[in-house]
């Protein structure tokens, strides 16, 4: 199974670009890399995916090399609001059972 | 995306009592997960939910603790069963495998209390 290792804590200021960068040395060829958001009291909520270079939506850009064995998820401009815990996954390397193995998290935690 | 909806939200529960937890997504899926997250941990896979077969349960999780249904591609129930301090934890179903991608979505988890 493919394992993430993320910062377990970071703190940002408000206004400013946040990158929380996750380590995942034996993904699987056809593993997507998903990043998702956990508010306290509420399941995780999808922000982005993507398998190789990058890949934006309104909420956040998702960066990644060539290799794949790392990522990076860059939120612009955080608000307090995005104050959460942030978690990378990525497949288990068998397309389509969507077993999941989440890892520690990175708590955000965006000062005023 | 898929609207989960997960019953009871939260529960106080006694000692070596069992509790039912349910989760309804408003369309058919086709793999659900049941997932525990303990007091400011990560999230563990308990099990696979699958449609018309028994469960397939990870590593430290067993049937008899933690029976799991799946009468439809709708809806699946876990079972807490003979419930100690230890189970006490937030339980979140997840659904995934419709739209062709790797993306999971979440209920909003059941918080439960074992006194």
């Known amino acids: 199974l493919a394992k993430t290792t993320q910062p377990i804590s970071m703190d940002s200021y408000e206004g400013q670009e946040v990158n929380i960068t996750c380590s995942h040395n034996n993904i699987a060829t056809n593993d997507y890399i998903t990043w998702y958001q956990q508010f306290p009291s509420q399941g995780p909520r999808f922000i982005i995916q993507?398998?190789?270079t990058k890949v934006t939506n309104e909420v956040a850009s998702l960066f990644i090399p060539a290799d794949r064995k790392s990522s990076t998820l860059s939120l612009p401009r955080v608000s307090l609001s995005d104050t959460a815990v942030y978690y990378c996954l990525v497949g288990d390397g068998e397309r389509g059972t969507y077993k999941y193995i989440f890892g520690t998290g990175t708590r955000l935690k965006v000062l005023a | 995306s898929a609207v989960i909806s997960q019953k009871p939200s939260r529960d106080i529960c006694q000692r070596g009592t069992s509790l039912t937890i349910q989760c309804q997504v408003d369309s058919q899926v086709t793999m659900m997960f049941w997932y525990r997250q303990q007091p400011g941990q990560s999230l563990t896979l308990i099990a696979t939910?699958?449609?018309?077969?028994?469960?397939?349960?990870e590593s430290g999780f067993v049937i008899d603790k933690f029976p799991i249904s799946r009468p439809n591609l709708t809806f699946s129930t876990l079972t807490v069963s003979n419930m100690s301090p230890e189970d006490s934890s937030i339980y979140l179903c997840s659904v995934a495998g419709r739209w062709g991608d790797e993306k999971l979505f979440f209920g909003s988890g059941t918080q439960l209390s074992v006194l």
């Open positions: 993507g398998y190789k």
């Open positions: 939910a699958n449609q018309g077969s028994e469960a397939t349960y």
